[in-house]
């Protein structure tokens, strides 16, 4: 990639072109045209990410693309720009890895300093250090914006999901129901006429409305075994075998959920004798499975207010005007939208959320979003079949909330190192090295301290927020 290309005079004129450089006497741009001369072919990366930075690149001409890709090599992030620019000094003043990779996308004829040689001229180049520092700053802090709304976006992609998977089973539940309650309307539609173009003595009405008001009236044995369900359903279903009732057997699961027993029906029996009872049971099976299904979309109904509920609890906080926050439903709304992903990897989840807390005045970054980061790595952690642990507490003016897990805890060579952004101590692919470095800003915007405790049983991270005074009750 070393062409013999450039002299030195092209050089200082395409690096005096620079705006970065606009107000740097001559005297200094010219030590920088002495550095070598580079060639970067299409395809080629100036810098890769995840990388360190050594060499501070001054590029002449040509384009690059600006990109940080995943496992796929899909690309989360990408920028297109055209020389003259320079590259690497952000590395070189931070010492943080490079967040992405930069890619000549047409050659790049650049000028190359070296990292010793960087230093030096950063020493004794007044002018030149201080356009450097200017131009890095500005582009760190894009950068860190960048950075902060991808983080967002991620925590969104994660109450999405969160949504999509706790309103899709109480979604279908209810329109499971619905249909079922349509056909049970349809049938007893059905029922009724048939049992109206037939004469009937007050006494068999009289024991159909008792046997409806018994049925309706009898709590669903929600907690019935598996095995005394199975005797249940078997005894009603041979009971009406025996007493010729048209499929029994369809009509046993409902009324053995219900509490109906044997002993019941005698009624039915004692009215219509042995071989009418088909129709009568039948109407009073559609009526308990319709109020079955009533129950089951009020369920269903339930569980979705109490998701929006939740959600709004979640998104609400740092949205305007100051407010107190009750940081046990903070972090319960949560543990909510995490839900899904904890099923999914069966984790055992254990809750303990202390008494009297005070709130946290909450003006600005939202802390649910240290909740998710910091829920969502412990879930990650624990693995499948894992432990996760969720506790809040107060103490000495201290307002404490602790998320472990029961993995196999942080390497200790990466712990120095976990609240660096980009930095991730998972699979390449798997996370965007955001979170934790987010999560630590956002609670020290709250003059608060994320610590945390690893080792070979698990990991804990501990938030400590200062408690907010709450106004005292006329």
């Known amino acids: 990639m070393n062409d013999v290309g450039w002299d030195r005079d092209e050089k200082f004129s395409k690096i005096r072109s620079m705006d970065v450089f606009a107000e740097v006497p001559d005297t200094e741009l010219s030590r920088l045209a002495e550095f070598p001369y580079r060639r970067y072919p299409v395809g080629s990366a100036i810098l890769r ?141 059905a029922l009724a006429r048939n049992f109206a173009e037939k004469e009937h003595t007050l006494e068999q009405g009289r024991c159909i409305w008792e046997m409806q008001e018994m049925a309706l009236s009898k709590k669903r044995v929600a907690y019935m075994s598996t095995l005394d369900q199975s005797d249940a359903e078997e005894q009603l279903s041979q009971w009406m075998e025996d007493n010729h009732v048209k499929e029994g057997w369809r009509m046993a699961p409902t009324l053995a959920i219900s509490g109906v027993t044997e002993a019941d029906l005698e009624c039915l029996k004692a009215q219509f004798g042995a071989s009418n009872m088909s129709e009568p049971l039948a109407w009073m099976e559609a009526m308990v499975s319709s109020m079955q299904m009533v129950d089951t979309i009020e369920e269903s109904v339930g569980r979705v207010s109490a998701l929006v509920g939740a959600v709004k609890t979640y998104t609400h906080e740092g949205q305007g005007q100051s407010e107190i926050v009750d940081i046990n439903r903070s972090v319960f709304s949560t543990v909510v939208i995490m839900k899904h992903k904890i099923r999914e990897r069966n984790i055992s989840l254990t809750k303990e959320f202390g008494d009297e807390i005070p709130g946290i005045n909450s003006a600005g970054s939202s ?18 079949g894992g432990e996760v642990g969720v506790k809040t507490w107060h103490e000495e003016g201290e307002i404490f909330v602790s998320i472990r897990d029961n993995g196999t805890g942080i390497p200790v060579e990466k ?60």
């Open 49 to 189: 990410e995840g990388d360190y930075s050594h060499e501070f690149v001054i590029a002449l001409s040509g384009s690059v693309r600006v990109y940080r890709s995943n496992g796929d090599k899909t690309e989360l992030t990408h920028v297109r720009t055209s020389a003259p620019s320079i590259v690497g000094d952000v590395g070189l003043l931070s010492g943080l890895i490079c967040p992405v990779t930069i890619e000549a996308t047409e050659d790049v004829h650049a000028v190359i300093v070296d990292e010793e040689s960087f230093w030096q001229i950063m020493t004794d180049c007044h002018a030149i250090r201080k356009a450097v520092l200017r131009s890095s700053s500005t582009r760190a802090t894009m950068r860190e914006g960048m950075n902060l709304r991808a983080e967002k976006l991620a925590s969104l992609g994660t109450l999405t999901a969160g949504l999509m998977h706790e309103l899709n089973n109480p979604g279908a539940a209810a329109g499971r129901a619905a249909a079922q309650l349509r056909e049970n309307l349809n049938r007893m539609h």
């Open 367 to 384: 802390l649910n979003q240290v909740w998710t980061n910091l829920l969502d790595n412990a879930i990650d952690a624990a693995g499948e």
């Open 415 to 474: 712990q120095a190192r976990i609240f660096d952004p980009f930095f991730t101590t998972k699979p390449s692919g798997v996370g965007t090295g955001l979170g934790l470095g987010i999560a630590h800003q956002i609670v020290t915007e709250y003059g608060g301290e994320l610590h945390f405790a690893t080792g070979p049983e698990g990991t804990e991270f501990v938030v400590h927020l200062p408690s907010t005074p709450q106004p005292s009750k006329a």
